[in-house]
């Protein structure tokens, strides 16, 4: 298993559904910046976070867009698109 630890800041406030047979599923982004050292500009990295069932609930009401968290968990292998401007881009 792939088991990562990322630290990062809310891109925006989470959001949960369910699924059709009645699962919770929250999904958030984090903003994790990438120094790149004196005079160079930093790289902000997105990843998007998807926790499956109630583990989450009792955060909910305290996280804004903003907010630091540390989230431990399994990472799917990376994956291209191409965004609205036509440029390759990677989701993780």
């Not at 976070?49 to 989450?56: A, E, I, L, N, Q």
Request: aromatic share 8%.
């Amino acid at each position: 298993m792939f088991v990562v630890h990322i630290a990062g800041r809310l891109g925006k406030k989470p959001e949960s559904r369910y699924t059709p047979s009645g699962q919770k599923v929250t999904s958030f982004t984090l903003a994790v910046n990438q120094r790149k050292g004196k005079g160079k500009e930093d790289i902000t990295i997105w990843v998007r976070v998807t926790v499956w069932g109630d583990r989450f609930d009792n955060m909910l009401s305290c996280l804004e867009k903003g907010s630091g968290l540390i989230v431990t968990g399994r990472m799917n292998a990376p994956s291209n698109y191409v965004d609205k401007e036509g440029r390759t881009q990677t989701s993780l």
